[in-house]
């Protein structure tokens, strides 16, 4: 079975700061893993996802995520934040196995930007 | 852009009441799910739909709970009879068959209040 921590339930920080939304996770299989972001009232867009390959992963809107083998961690980051950036964000695990495709979340994290 | 959609985006039902969700994914996805979000916690798979029939359930998902694809384009929840424990949101989400590392592409969901 798998689990995903995010370790933040909310996070605020001010407009054009930086921010790092973390996010560890637990597997006994190999996973690919997701950043979805909620917007009030909308349903949950994929940011970026890991599969294979080089570790810094860019996405939408100027995220960007590291996957961390060794410490299970795909923490999320932006160099500077919008306004607009404020949402809800939920890391996703997919675990290996033959015709599995279900997501495991985390219970997300609130980023709420402050003006 | 294709999206899902989901009706009604929210619906109040007494205890015991059989309620449908209702979901239209996108027009050329093969794999259908549904996933519930109970306030302030996780965001949980229930189960997933692929050529006519369930691929995959959780533990959730028990004999209260059916799936179906009465037409070529919606895709329903039935909870047959509705308890305090249901109230959540529910989203529903459909993807394209690639390979593994799908992107699911969710809906705003509907949330059920049970009273």
């Known amino acids: 079975a798998q689990s995903v921590t995010q370790l933040d339930s909310q996070v605020p920080v001010f407009e054009e700061a930086p921010v790092e939304l973390r996010c560890n996770y637990s597997?006994?299989?190999?996973?690919?893993l997701f950043w979805y972001v909620q917007y009030p009232n909308q349903g949950l867009q994929l940011l970026l996802k890991?599969?294979?390959?080089?570790?810094l992963v860019k996405g939408i809107n100027g995220f960007e995520a590291e996957f961390n083998k060794s410490q299970t961690s795909f923490h999320l980051r932006k160099p500077s934040v919008h306004i607009s950036d404020t949402a809800e964000y939920f890391c996703?695990?997919?675990?290996?196995?033959?015709?599995?495709?279900?997501?495991?979340f985390g219970k997300g994290t609130k980023l709420s930007v402050i003006p | 852009e294709p999206e899902v959609t989901q009706t009604p985006s929210h619906q109040v039902t007494q205890m015991g009441q059989e309620v449908i969700l209702r979901c239209v994914p996108i027009?050329?996805?093969?794999?259908f799910y549904w996933y519930r979000q109970i306030l302030g916690q996780k965001v949980e798979f229930l189960v997933s739909?692929?050529?006519?029939?369930?691929?995959?359930k959780s533990e959730i998902f028990d004999d209260q709970f059916s799936v179906e694809r009465p037409d070529g384009s919606n895709f329903t929840l039935k909870i047959r009879s509705t308890k305090l424990e249901d109230s959540a949101m529910y989203f529903c989400?459909?993807?394209?068959?690639?390979?593994?590392?799908?992107?699911?592409?969710f809906g705003p969901g509907t949330r059920l209040t049970v009273t």
């Open positions: 890991y599969l294979s390959g080089s570790t």
């Open positions: 996703a695990v997919e675990a290996s196995g033959a015709g599995s495709y279900q997501l495991t």
């Open positions: 739909f692929y050529n006519n029939e369930i691929s995959e």
């Open positions: 597997s006994s299989v190999s996973v690919y």
């Open positions: 027009s050329n996805h093969l794999y």
């Open positions: 989400a459909s993807s394209v068959p690639s390979g593994r590392g799908n992107e699911q592409y």
